[in-house]
Structures are given as structure tokens and as C-alpha cells.
């Protein structure tokens, strides 16, 4: 028989046939093992007698006769199992029975450690513990590897109270000796205290945290911003050497290569910044989880043990003094520029064919520099209105609930197409417009704003900026006056700007996306040919009285000539 000491596993007493335990277990001639009743059956349906491990035939049917012993022993261990004994091997990492012996298998995995006997008992040994009225008083805990530890080392009593005065674990006996008249408490009702603390502790992990994350948008934004500037100066930079390519390609390289080298000079700091946030962040977020983990532990010596070492802050830079430099001067060429204006001007003495005195009104060099082509002046100028107006780029998606059901909008909410069918809705909100096909911009406003709107080759088509407030109710006429400013384009019509008298406008043939900016302080909506470059109309002299919102209408499907979506999109026009 097995020792109480050994490991009775089901899966030794397992009858490869039915794969339970073995009932009335008999033995081949081969030595493999069978429940007397699921070997007869085999035999009885097979042929010849074969082993159904091994496979050995035996030519005459072998007589079988129960062991005993073995029988006894499978009686165990079903014993065993149904009585629900969890009878698992310790694993590593799992805290072992100190009275499995450990002979003839391996030890089982202890289900409490008591801390008067100082001893860790598997399922079957602590029975007596269970049944026996004087071990019934012993402290039980959840497995322990470390009793040793949890030991008054000089009463051998448990350390169950916390002294305050001398911030220490004791046992009863230690409040009858020197630390009598202390005040002591239950190590529970301590820990509790102290988990609060670390609470507080972990919201300040937190604020750091999220601090330092900001920290990092901030410097994200900051080499955004300084890319988006880099990138507008270095288009200007090749417009006008495009102009004056004759004078200026000799110098572009060395320009864009110091820009680049600005731009390189930032990222290079931001990515510095933001490795050492990481890694702050790296180191609290893991401070963070280890504190995470003791306000859940019931182990409340080891919390108090290691507590003073855990409420202390990682060592952290401040950063809040820390921020990225982002080169945003769009003047800092300024000087350079300047000493080749002289070289600019005396190229171009010669040339007057064609040629007239350049603008003196805000073009800067090129105002000041004859023999520049009129049509090339204006393009450039074109080309800075919008290069300026554009830096106020808004990211800018629709608001399903204000679309008219007949109105389909992508899952991204940028692009919107007339369905060929009324959706059955819910009106929330402020409402949806139910005989206009207008949908409004899910972001409102009230500063300068741009965006821009693809329009392909669609024939007909609203695009502008309307109140927040504006009645969505009925027929819409779309005015200054009714809180809309909009361009139009109608089959027919061609393109107007939608004042209380239409106005016509002339936009080239090739017209595929429209940029709409509002310069809000100074009551301005603008329209421009982005494609092109060029000025479309303005609304000026506006009084905004609250905040605006983008405003899209794809216009009638026309039998599906027209059933192309309108796209917002913030994308800079290639030039």
C-alpha cells in the first residue's frame, strides 16, 4: 500500500481503455494493466488476443485473475479523487507539504501554512487540524514559503499585532514584556491604514504619469508644428527660385539643407526628451504595478516590511520647465534674402520685354524688384495668401445627427453622398435638416479656421461655414442674413457665392477642391481654388454672433451623375 506520505495520482491507476481508474484491475502476460471488465470486452469482439498497448498476440486466450493489491490501491486513490482532496504535485514556485515525505513521488502542493506549528500542510494533513479541538485554535494562513519570518524570534510566538510606537511587528507574548503599555493593533487592521496611504501614493504615481505624457504630446506638437512651418517656408523657398531660377538655383541646396539641419536639430532634441519620459514613465508605471500589487496582498507583514521602500518617489526629473524650441520664425531668411536682392536686380536690369516694376504693396523683394513677370508676381502672391491662410488647418469631421436622411456619410465621417433613398433616423439634438441636403461639421468655432473640401468633378454642389444655431427646419435659403456663407455650383448656373443676390464667379475649369477660411476676429469667410492657388470670393464685413460650423451639401444625384461624395480633407496642395 501507499504511504500517506506519497503521491497517488490518478493518471498511474488510469485503464487505457476506458481511461478511468482501474476497476477490478487484471494483468496481461505482457505485464499492462486493464479493468477486468473492459479487457473481456475487447477480446470478446477481436479475433485474436492482443494486447491493445503493445499489441503482443496470444495464440490462446490468457486466464485472468484480479490483483488485489493493486485493486486496494485503485480503491485509494478514486477514494481520493471524489472526495474533491486537491491532490496536486507541488510545481515550482508552489509551496510543498512539510510532512509529505516525498518518497515514492513527489510532494503535494500545500493548502495552508499554519504559523503556531510553523509547518505547511497539504490537503490530507491538515485534517487533523481540522478535526482535532486543540489544533482547531492555531492560525491558519494561505501557503506560506517564509515562516520562518512570520515567527516572534524570541517567543516563537506568531507576529500578529503592530506596535506604533516602535513601528515594528510583535507577538501576544511581546505587549506582556517590553512593549507593554504601546499601542498595538491587529496587523489587519494596520495594513488597512496603510493601504490607504499607498492610495494616495499610486494617484501621485498617476499624476506623474500622465504629466509626463502630456509632456510628450506637447513635444509632438512642437515638432509638428515646426515640420508644417518647415515645410511652408521650403515651398515658398522653391516658388520663387522657380521665378527667379536663373539668379537663385545655385542657392537653394545650401537653403533647404539648413532648414533640414534646423529640422534635424529638433527632432534630435524631442527624441531625447521623449526617450528620457519613457523611461520615467517605464520606472513609475512599474513602481505604480508593484504598489498595485500590495493593495491587494493579504500578506500584511510583507506590506509593512517593505512599505517604507515603496512610498518613496522614484527619482524624476521636473519637467515642467522642459519644452522643445520649434523654429516657426518664417523671417529668419530674411537677411540672406536681402543681400540677394541686389544681385536679383542687377540680373535683371536687362529684361523690360514684357516686363513691368513689380507691386510695392506687401510683396516684400518682389515688390521691390523690377523685372519680374506681372502673372508671375500674382501667382505668388496667390501662392502666400493661401500659404498663410492655411497654417489655421482644421481637422474636421461630420456631424451624422445633423444630416438630412437622404445624405449617406463614410464610417470615417469626411466624405458625404446623396443616397438614392430616405433613411429612417432619429431626430436628436438640435435637430436635422429635413428638406435641405446639408449636413454640418461636428466641430464648432469661434476663431480663425480652414479647411478644405475635395469636389472632383461633381455638378453641383454647396460648400461653406453656418451658424451652430441656424433652423434646420423647412426650406433653407442660404444667405449671410439666415447665418450661411457658401459657394455654390449648379448644372447650368456655374459657381456663386451665395449672398442675398447670388454673385457669379469665375473658377477655372479645372476647379477639384475648394479651401474655406474664416477669419473670425474680422468677420471674413474666404474661398479659394486650391488646385489653382487663387481667390475665389469673400463675405466681408460679418458679424458672428456665436459659433460657426463647417457646412457640406452634395447636391441631387441627377439620375447618378452627381452621385459622387464631397471629401474633406486638411492635406496641403502639392505645388
Known amino acids: 500500500m501507499a504511504t500517506s506520505g506519497s503521491v497517488l495520482s490518478a493518471d498511474q491507476f488510469q485503464c487505457p481503455i476506458c481511461l478511468d481508474v482501474l476497476s477490478e484491475p487484471v494483468s496481461t502476460p505482457c505485464g499492462h494493466n486493464f479493468c477486468s471488465g473492459c479487457i ?33 490501491v485503485a480503491e485509494l486513490v478514486r477514494k481520493q479523487r471524489d472526495s474533491g482532496h486537491d491532490l496536486t504535485p507541488a510545481q515550482p514556485g508552489d509551496v510543498p507539504c512539510d510532512v509529505c515525505s516525498g518518497e515514492g513521488g513527489s510532494r503535494l502542493r500545500a493548502l495552508k501554512s499554519c504559523l503556531d506549528c510553523g509547518t505547511s500542510f497539504c490537503t490530507l494533513h491538515l485534517e487533523l487540524h481540522q478535526r482535532a479541538p486543540a489544533l482547531q485554535r492555531h492560525m491558519l494562513s494561505e501557503p506560506l514559503a517564509d515562516l520562518e519570518g512570520r515567527v516572534c524570534q524570541k517567543h516563537r510566538r506568531p507576529l500578529e499585532l503592530f ?4 513601528h515594528m511587528c510583535v507577538c501576544q507574548f511581546c505587549t506582556e514584556g517590553e512593549h507593554k503599555n504601546h499601542s498595538t493593533v491587529p496587523l489587519e487592521e494596520e495594513g488597512k491604514d496603510r493601504k490607504s496611504l499607498l492610495n494616495q501614493t499610486q494617484v501621485d504615481l498617476k499624476s506623474m504619469i500622465q504629466e509626463r505624457q502630456e509632456k510628450i504630446s506637447e513635444i509632438k506638437q512642437s515638432v509638428e508644428l515646426s515640420r508644417v512651418s518647415v515645410e511652408a517656408e521650403a515651398a515658398s523657398i522653391s516658388e520663387l527660385f522657380s521665378v527667379l531660377v536663373l539668379v537663385l538655383e545655385r542657392s537653394r541646396g545650401n537653403l533647404q539643407g539648413a532648414l533640414e539641419a534646423r529640422q534635424h536639430a529638433v527632432e534630435t532634441q524631442a527624441n531625447a526628451l521623449t526617450a528620457q519620459l519613457e523611461q520615467e514613465i517605464h520606472t513609475l508605471q512599474s513602481r505604480h504595478t508593484q504598489l498595485e500589487e500590495l493593495t491587494h496582498t493579504h500578506d500584511h507583514l510583507h506590506l509593512l516590511q517593505v512599505y517604507a521602500s515603496m512610498c ?29 536682392e541686389g544681385l536679383i536686380t542687377r540680373e535683371m536690369d536687362d529684361l523690360h520685354t514684357d516686363f513691368v516694376p513689380g507691386p510695392a504693396d506687401g510683396m516684400g523683394i518682389l515688390g521691390n524688384c523690377p523685372g519680374v513677370p506681372q502673372r508671375e508676381l500674382k501667382r505668388v502672391q496667390q501662392f502666400t495668401e493661401l500659404s498663410k491662410v492655411q497654417q489655421y488647418a ?33 431626430d436628436v439634438g438640435a435637430g436635422r435638416f429635413d428638406r435641405a441636403a446639408c449636413v454640418l461639421g461636428s466641430e464648432a468655432f469661434a476663431q480663425r479656421f480652414y479647411f478644405q473640401v475635395a469636389v472632383g468633378s461633381k455638378s453641383s454642389w454647396d460648400v461653406g461655414v453656418a451658424s451652430e444655431a441656424v433652423t434646420r427646419k423647412g426650406k433653407v435659403k442660404a444667405t449671410p442674413e439666415t447665418g450661411y456663407w457658401t459657394v455654390a455650383l449648379r448644372r447650368g448656373a456655374g459657381l456663386v457665392a451665395k449672398e442675398t443676390n447670388p454673385v457669379p464667379l469665375a473658377a477655372g475649369a479645372g476647379l477639384q477642391m475648394v479651401g474655406v477660411f474664416v477669419d473670425y476676429p474680422r468677420g471674413v469667410v474666404s474661398f479659394y481654388d486650391v488646385t489653382s492657388m487663387s481667390h475665389l470670393y469673400s ?34 496642395p502639392i505645388t
Open 40 to 72: 473481456k470486452r475487447s477480446w470478446d469482439s477481436a479475433v485474436v488476443c492482443q494486447c491493445p498497448l503493445c499489441k503482443e498476440t496470444f495464440f490462446r486466450r490468457p486466464a485472468l485473475r484480479v490483483n488485489t493489491t493493486l485493486r486496494e
Open 312 to 340: 518613496v518617489l522614484p527619482p524624476c526629473r521636473s519637467w515642467s520647465l522642459v519644452s522643445v524650441w520649434s523654429y516657426q520664425d518664417v523671417n529668419s531668411l530674411r537677411p540672406l534674402v536681402s543681400r540677394l
Open 394 to 426: 482644421v481637422d474636421v469631421t461630420l456631424d451624422a445627427d445633423s444630416a438630412n436622411t437622404f445624405l449617406q456619410l463614410s464610417e470615417d465621417r469626411r466624405q458625404v453622398c446623396c443616397g438614392q433613398r430616405r433613411q429612417k433616423l432619429q
Open 163 to 166: 506596535c506604533r510606537d516602535d
Open 539 to 572: 463675405f466681408t464685413g460679418q458679424r458672428f454672433t456665436g459659433r460657426l460650423r463647417p457646412l457640406l451639401s452634395p447636391g441631387q444625384r441627377e439620375k447618378g451623375r452627381n452621385s459622387a461624395p464631397l471629401v474633406i480633407s486638411v492635406d496641403r
